[in-house]
């Protein structure tokens, strides 16, 4: 199934906009680059944004969309993944409030849906629209195992962007192409903005933080720190797979090395993370645990006055991005040239292994004992975290030298 010629909706005015991306938090946040772009060839355009409720709170803040529609309010944010998607369907359509925005989403009459999500839940409320043009992303390919630069280490796979998958291409009206092994997940979301016939050479993923908000983590800052405009470093230790998350040991050096250097040492994170946190704060005497301590916004506040964030791969990360902070990520199983800091690959720790990325998401699922993350060292973020505090820029743009 391949795209319709560009110019069949290139030169189309839309009134009513339907924007799909419901999660994960950093996903979202790569969305409001296509969002905002959006905003700025249709400005006068009613654009709604279709979301789950956790990253809700990010996007009531975006001046470009015009309502936050929340998806499953009042169900769990599973399945992440397949086609656990029908039971989780047959639960929220026994739910009377997702009745009602199922049907209020057909009686909306949108013109244009575009789904960027490529999910059969997705694809289910996109054909439910009833929209004459309906974007999302053509059909998901398989790995070729018969290209050996794809085949890694014991037999795993390099996996690429599949495309829309679970059955969800079969609700669109036109099909946006998709990079095989070399696309960054943002100028994936981009190519819609050519197909309707817009610039994309840009990629705007500002988003403001309320005043109030600003001045409130000023103040917890200015009491903790008693210095009233101290940039902290910001450690985020979590990430939405265990074999995306560094070892707490190597956070805990890393802490340790900026604390004896005089720098205010941050730990944040989702409550789930608080324990991680707190184990890092237990062993490296003066860092602060603000996990699970503030909202979503709170949080990109915090990021946004940061002098430097350390993270895995997870939603802090593409935060620190959006909010212009320098950032050092740590990658293993996922591939960061598709979900890395976009444009900022030296920005990037990633142990030199065959087997990475591999998108396991378990760590006893992991033939080397999640070796791609143990052998990233507690030295080589230090040396490429001081080489961005000092503004300079060093070392390789992906790999890094493993550890013993």
């Not at 938090?25 to 969305?31: E, N, T």
């Not at 309010?73 to 399945?79: D, G, L, Y």
């Not at 730990?267 to 062993?283: D, H, Q, T, W």
Request: glycine residues 6%; proline residues 6%; contains cysteine.
């Amino acid at each position: 199934m391949s795209a319709k010629p560009q110019t069949s909706i290139a030169d189309r005015e839309f009134e009513r906009i339907l924007f799909i991306r419901l999660s994960a938090l950093g996903d979202v946040v790569q969305s409001i680059a296509l969002l905002n772009a959006m905003r700025k060839r249709y400005p006068h355009a009613r654009i709604d944004w279709l979301v789950k409720p956790s990253p809700a709170k990010i996007v009531e803040l975006l001046p470009s969309v015009s309502n936050v529609l929340v998806y499953g309010a009042n169900h769990t944010e599973v399945p992440q993944y397949n086609w656990d998607g029908v039971k989780h369907y047959i639960r929220l359509l026994r739910d009377s409030s997702f009745r009602r925005l199922l049907a209020s989403l057909r009686a909306t009459r949108y013109d244009l849906v575009v789904d960027v999500q490529g999910q059969m839940r997705t694809g289910i409320v996109t054909a439910v629209t009833g929209a004459p043009v309906r974007l999302g992303f053509e059909r998901a390919r398989r790995e070729s195992k018969a290209d050996p630069a794809a085949v890694q280490a014991e037999g795993t796979v390099k996996r690429a962007w599949k495309g829309a998958r679970e059955g969800s291409w079969m609700a669109y009206t036109h099909h946006v192409p998709v990079e095989m092994n070399n696309a960054h997940a943002v100028d994936g979301y981009l190519r819609f903005g050519q197909l309707l016939g817009f610039d994309t050479s840009h990629a705007d993923f500002s988003f403001p933080i309320a005043d109030d908000v600003d001045a409130e983590i000023a103040r917890r800052l200015s009491e903790e720190s008693g210095a009233a405009a101290v940039r902290p470093i910001i450690i985020s230790p979590g990430g939405l797979w265990e074999t995306k998350r560094w070892h707490s040991q190597g956070f805990t050096a890393v802490a340790r090395h900026f604390i004896n250097k005089g720098h205010h040492v941050i730990l944040i994170g989702s409550g789930e993370e608080a324990e991680v946190c707190a184990e890092i704060v237990a062993a490296a005497p003066g860092a602060h645990n603000w996990a699970g301590r503030t909202t979503l916004t709170q949080l990109a506040a915090i990021i946004r006055r940061a002098s430097l964030c350390l993270t895995n791969d997870s939603g802090p990360m593409h935060m620190a991005v959006a909010l212009e902070r320098p950032v050092v990520s740590i990658f293993g199983p996922s591939d960061p040239v598709w979900a890395g800091p976009y444009r900022r690959q030296r920005a990037i720790l990633q142990a030199d292994l065959a087997c990475s990325p591999c998108r396991i998401r378990h760590v006893p699922k992991c033939p080397h004992d999640h070796a791609c993350m143990r052998q990233v060292t507690p030295q080589s973020v230090i040396e490429r975290m001081e080489a961005l505090l000092a503004g300079e820029v060093s070392g390789p743009s992906v790999t890094c030298e493993a550890g013993p």
